[in-house]
């Protein structure tokens, strides 16, 4: 019995000692397992004679019950521990700041589109949209664009393989042709804006083989020169935020208007860095003029009743002008940094258009 008592305290020290989970099952194997001390004790009851059988399985009995309850006892233990310290360790502290979301931002080209039609939609004007790929008679020969202009030429536009209606295929090299689709899909009295992407071969610090222009046309039975000036000086000033920018009209040409002009605004140039306002220089930002009639003949409208102004300018430009943007190609670099720097809150809108009066 001493033999007994020994391998007692000996596996309750064991158990005691155990440090982990891991621990106590190798003690509990070692004791109660197939092999375990208290498994080849009882073993050894075969052996004995009856009476000696009866004392000694009784007390291998009381041996097993206790080890097996200390075993559960100390597992007890351990497994409470263990769920202090992970509940310890992943402890979460609500007073802390919340992290910031990352959110996005309107893209600058975005931005400004939302801003053109802001200040056009004020005027009247509702936005009209075309497709990127145009037949070359929308593009260029409805806009009264003669067969041998060098715009035709493959190095400036892209020709896409296949014919349209029988017509060569282009991605359109400017916005004008939403003006014809325009004028032969409504009737006069017209007044829309025409956002969207265009494509020209070229490529350097202020061109990209795709960009953005804004059009816009307006066609009724009064229309003139004065109202064209009056709606491009209002643009200007309100989109720049400057209420009396200078701003000048100059004769130009384009096969789609007469007569033609360009409008400058106002700038200064004085120790190399741009500044749009009064600075007695002048800086070319959009093409305009009266429809051409030839342009309402071929659009079915009659040009001894109807006439009216269009203009087009790019939108990377201007905003490019009224942000302090250098280089166009970082328009479409897609540099998380840039966007960071140049992007806009979706909800700044109102704030950013320039001279509306709200
Ligand atoms: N389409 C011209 C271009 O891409 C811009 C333009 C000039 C559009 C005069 C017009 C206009 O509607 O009247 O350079």
Redesign the pocket.
């Known amino acids: 019995m001493d033999d007994l008592d020994k391998l007692r305290t000996d596996l309750l020290a064991q158990v005691d000692a155990a440090a982990d989970l891991k621990a106590l099952e190798d003690v509990r194997v070692g004791a109660l397992g197939k092999k375990g001390a208290v498994s080849e004790l009882m073993k050894g009851l075969g052996r004995m004679d009856p009476e000696a059988r009866r004392t000694a399985g009784a007390a291998f009995n009381v041996l097993k019950t206790e080890i097996a309850g200390a075993i559960e006892a100390r597992r007890k233990r351990l497994e409470g521990a263990a769920l202090e310290a992970r509940l310890a360790g992943e402890r979460i502290d609500v007073t802390l700041p919340a992290r910031e979301e990352q959110r996005g931002s309107l893209h600058p080209v975005s931005q400004t589109i939302d801003e053109v039609v802001a200040i056009f939609g004020e005027m009247g004007f509702t936005v009209a949209e075309g497709p990127d790929i145009e037949s070359d008679w929308y593009n260029f020969t409805a806009l009264n664009i003669p067969p041998e202009h060098p715009a035709r030429q493959e190095q400036d536009t892209f020709y896409l393989p296949g014919e349209t209606d029988g017509r060569p295929t282009v991605l359109r090299t ?1 916005t ?1 042709p939403v ?1 014809i689709r325009t004028m032969l899909n409504a009737k006069p009295p017209i007044r829309v804006i025409c956002p969207g992407r265009t494509y020209r071969c070229d490529y350097d610090a202020t061109h990209s083989p795709m960009f953005h ?1 804004v ?1 816009g046309l307006v066609i009724d039975e009064t229309t003139h020169m004065g109202h064209l000036k009056g709606c491009l000086i209002d643009f200007c000033r309100a989109y720049f935020g400057i209420d009396d920018l200078p701003v000048r009209f100059r004769p130009s040409y ?1 096969p ?2 007469e007569p ?1 002009a360009e409008v400058d605004i106002g700038c200064s140039r004085a120790g190399g860095e741009l500044k749009i306002g009064h600075g007695g220089d002048w800086l070319e930002i959009l ?3 009266m429809v051409n009639p030839a342009v309402l003949e071929n659009c079915g409208i009659d040009p001894t009743r109807y006439q009216g102004f ?3 300018m790019g939108l990377e430009r201007i905003a490019m002008l009224k942000y302090g943007i250098p280089d166009l190609r970082t328009f479409y670099e897609s540099d998380l940094r840039w966007l960071r720097h140049y992007g806009f809150a979706a909800l700044d809108l109102p704030s950013m258009v320039g001279g509306l009066s709200r």
């Open positions: 400017h004008s003006q222009q059009e384009f789609f208007t033609s093409g305009s003029g269009a203009f087009g």
